[in-house]
């Protein structure tokens, strides 16, 4: 297994980065320069990354990488993209695997 660029966030993390942020809104400041209603959507954000990555990683465990090459080479060759209606169904298949194999 390769060690990832970036260390994960927690969910933990980002929770205590939330109640900070929610404390600090309450008494309307900012949490360090920063305006607690782009922090929360910056946690929104790295929430989804996380998620990315994790479909990623779980997808890299069951790809050949002939397949990603194929891939690659279509979407060169053709520019041939997923729909959004396929890559939502790709998240979701990926999601029902990552669940079963826990």
């Not at 891939?71 to 041939?80: R, V």
Request: aromatic content about 6%.
């Amino acid at each position: 297994m390769t060690t990832p660029i970036v260390t994960s966030i927690t969910d933990e993390q980002l929770a205590e980065l939330e109640r900070t942020a929610f404390n600090a809104s309450l008494h309307e400041q900012d949490y360090v320069g920063v305006h607690t209603s782009r922090l929360e959507s910056l946690i929104a954000r790295l929430r989804e990354a996380e998620k990315n990555a994790a479909r990623w990683r779980c997808a890299r465990k069951i790809l050949e990488v002939r397949n990603i090459q194929e891939g690659m080479s279509s979407y060169i060759e053709y520019g041939m993209v997923g729909s959004e209606e396929y890559n939502l169904e790709l998240d979701q298949a990926i999601d029902a695997a990552m669940e079963q194999s826990k």
